[in-house]
């Protein structure tokens, strides 16, 4: 017959604490990840205001030219 010696209980909570550490880190990362997300769509969204100012601009620009 052959038995399996038991761990002894450090092994076991070093174990618990491995994986609560990998849950914990996971859980930070998708946060990290949401904030890049809205931090990345604010700026695609001010660049996008931006192009909207500056063609309005230069339109205008054109709209001066052709009364003078």
């Given at each position: 017959?052959?038995?399996f010696k038991?761990?002894?209980a450090s092994q076991i909570l070093s174990g618990l604490v491995g994986s609560?550490?990998?849950i914990r880190d996971r859980a930070k990362?998708?946060?990290q990840e949401a904030k890049d997300l809205k931090i990345?769509?604010?700026k695609d969204k001010k660049l996008r205001l931006?192009?909207?100012i500056?063609?309005?601009i230069e339109d205008d620009a054109?709209?001066?030219k052709m009364y003078p």
């Open positions: 017959l052959f038995f038991p761990k002894p609560e550490m990998c990362r998708k946060k990345k769509k604010a931006r192009k909207e500056n063609k309005q054109k709209t001066f």
